[in-house]
């Protein structure tokens, strides 16, 4: 099951965040420390109460919950590391305990809905929920961020600062 969920959210998220032909806007701060992870449910029109928000590299704008369903304080490790295809980052995120069952939860009642991955409060990916995702606390799960290599690097350093190598 790990695998799956892996391969879904580092697929869905690289492809949900190739490079577009929108305006190109300010680069966000990748070297901000601590790195602010958050998932967040998405609409593609505005709602009551939603939040709009730039796609970063693809010149959309995405509707967003203003409550991240899960953050920073659901996640207990990240790992960065770079692609093989020369572009971008993967993170290996494990979660708490209570983090493993926010995600099984929201996925659970969610199929269908889109989930924005923020970074740095910067939208990087908008993947629809599929199925339900369960990654426990052993394994990680992996989100796929597409930035150019200096910004993968300049994210990766940053991560590694957030949460230290063990």
Same mark, same amino acid.
């Given at each position: 099951?790990r &695998?799956?969920?892996?391969?879904?959210?580092? +697929? @869905?998220?690289?492809a949900?965040c190739?490079s577009?032909?929108? /305006?190109a806007?300010?680069p966000p701060?990748w070297?901000?420390?601590?790195?602010a992870i *958050? +998932?967040?449910?998405?609409k593609?029109?505005?709602?009551?109460g939603l939040?709009?928000?730039a796609?970063?590299?693809?010149? /959309?704008?995405?509707?967003l919950q203003?409550?991240?369903q +899960?953050s920073?304080s &659901?996640?207990?490790?990240?790992?960065?590391?770079?692609?093989r295809?020369? /572009?971008?980052?993967?993170?290996?995120v494990w979660?708490?305990?209570?983090?493993a069952q926010?995600?099984a &939860?929201?996925?659970?009642?969610?199929i269908? &809905?889109s989930?924005?991955?923020?970074?740095?409060?910067?939208?990087?990916?908008v993947p629809m929920?599929q199925e339900? +995702?369960?990654p426990?606390?052993k394994?990680?799960?992996?989100?796929?961020?597409?930035? *150019?290599?200096?910004e993968?690097?300049q @994210? *990766?350093?940053?991560v590694?600062?957030?949460?230290?190598?063990r």
């Amino acid at each position: 099951m790990r &695998d799956v969920y892996s391969r879904w959210l580092v +697929l @869905l998220s690289l492809a949900a965040c190739s490079s577009g032909t929108g /305006k190109a806007a300010a680069p966000p701060d990748w070297q901000r420390v601590p790195v602010a992870i *958050e +998932l967040r449910l998405a609409k593609g029109a505005p709602g009551p109460g939603l939040v709009s928000a730039a796609v970063y590299g693809q010149g /959309k704008t995405v509707y967003l919950q203003p409550k991240a369903q +899960l953050s920073n304080s &659901d996640i207990a490790r990240v790992e960065a590391v770079q692609t093989r295809i020369g /572009k971008g980052l993967i993170l290996h995120v494990w979660h708490t305990k209570a983090g493993a069952q926010r995600i099984a &939860d929201l996925t659970a009642h969610h199929i269908g &809905d889109s989930l924005a991955i923020l970074i740095n409060a910067v939208v990087v990916a908008v993947p629809m929920i599929q199925e339900t +995702l369960n990654p426990g606390t052993k394994a990680p799960s992996d989100i796929g961020v597409p930035l *150019e290599p200096k910004e993968a690097m300049q @994210l *990766e350093s940053a991560v590694s600062k957030t949460w230290p190598p063990r």
